[in-house]
């Protein structure tokens, strides 16, 4: 009776512990996909490094409804951190995006930072106060956008995008809004502005349209 009912028991063990531990292996992979995704999608791809501007309104608060796209017109990023950071030359912005995509922050979105001057966005004036500005680094007239800053603006607009429910039509130009100010106040003595070109601005909003209808599929799957 021993000898039978042993190499039984053993069997029942035997399959018991293999089911315990393809349950164990299932439960830890799930566990670890999820951590993996978590972190994947709090890591970002571009580097973000802090240097704050002073070039901002102490009295206002800025309430992001739109994003103005501009080009530093400087050779260097050292030289755009220079004029952006300089009480005398009173330009802000707040982000500065390099050739290689590194995001140089200079203010939070609240903050209404002096990036628009005389401008007019949907009929309503004084951007500052109801835009985010983006810089990028370089001269949009001499050389297009690069990939990285592409992808780098991208990654720092999609968030603030859906936080302050800003539709892709309220992203323009420099350039855009300066004009809507001119046309109305054409006596008006104020420089007129070349950034960003209209072929970059139509390369960054393909990019960005596409990438939000990635998403919107992505997530109706
Ligand atoms: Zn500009």
């Known amino acids: 009776m021993i000898g ?15 089911i315990c531990g393809l349950l164990l292996i299932w439960g830890s992979t799930i566990c670890y996909a999820q951590i993996v995704k978590k972190s994947q999608k709090k890591k ?11 070039n901002f309104d102490r009295n206002r608060k800025n309430k992001p409804t739109g994003v ?5 017109a400087e050779p260097t990023i050292k030289r755009s951190l220079g004029v952006l950071t300089s009480l005398k030359k009173k330009v802000g912005t707040h982000v500065v995006i390099d050739t290689d995509g590194t995001r140089y922050i200079m203010a939070a979105p609240e903050i209404a930072v002096y990036h628009a001057g005389y ?3 949907n009929g309503r004036e004084g951007c500052n106060n109801f835009t985010i500005g983006i810089e990028f680094q370089g001269n949009t007239l001499e050389a297009p956008l690069t990939n990285d ?16 429910e800003i539709p892709l039509s309220n992203i ?3 350039k855009m809004v300066r004009d809507a100010y001119k046309r109305k106040y054409p006596k008006k003595r104020c420089s007129g502005k070349v950034d960003i070109t209209e072929l970059e601005y ?3 909003m393909k990019s960005i349209r596409q990438l939000v209808k990635r998403r919107k599929v992505e997530s109706e799957k």
């Open 149 to 164: 800053q592409i992808r780098s603006a991208i990654e720092y607009l999609i968030p603030l995008l859906s936080k302050y």
């Open 4 to 18: 039978k009912a042993f190499p039984l028991r053993i069997m029942r063990i035997g399959r018991e512990t293999i």
């Open 119 to 121: 401008s007019i966005l």
């Open 44 to 54: 970002l791809v571009y580097k973000e490094i802090f240097i704050p501007t002073p």
């Open 68 to 72: 103005i796209l501009h080009h530093t």
């Open 172 to 174: 323009v130009t420099h």
């Open 202 to 204: 139509r390369k960054f």
